[in-house]
């Protein structure tokens, strides 16, 4: 039992790098949700929920490059496909919101790496109040310079709730992409081992 323990600990080493996984499926989801979110809502895309998501669960670099590629799908969606106006106004509504994404998440991250453990609830509820609070205040800030920017609170509480359930969806997603990945790669390195265990029992009885 102990050479079969050890040979599974050394089998489990060999599999795909955890960290390495782990960005890859939190991009994953974000490209994932980009896609699905743009149909869905349009221009009322959840951004500051989706770079909440980026701060907590990648590094700074692929948080920042995983934004900008949500912003850019749901642009050439709106564009492509949702036939947003070909306008100078549509266009600087879309790259303010752009912008704003990118600043919701650089105050984030900024929100999260305050407490010691950046995965923690309290990390976890500041991030994401720290995104949203700045994103719109963004938006809020570009609709007195931009045209057709009028506030409403009819549209400003469909945000909240869609950013308010979009952002536990996602860590809820995330965590169970995670534990099945870990079972899955758990019951290899078990299997892997079971294989060894009787390759070497059936080399010593031979001898």
Partial sequence: MQVSASTSARLSTSLPDSGSSRQIMAVGILIAASLIFSFAFSCAIPLAALAAFAALKLKPREAVLSVGAVWLINQLIGFGCLNYPRTSECFAWGIGMGIAACVALIVAMQAARRFQEPDGTAATVTAFAGAFITFKAFIFGLSFALPNGAF?????????????????????????????????????????SRAWHEQQTVGVANQ
């Fill in 152 to 192: 409403s609170w009819p549209i400003f509480a469909k945000i909240v709730i869609v950013n308010a359930a979009t952002f536990p969806a996602l860590l809820m997603l995330n965590y169970l992409s995670l534990t099945i990945r870990r079972t899955k790669y758990r019951q290899v390195a078990d299997e892997r």
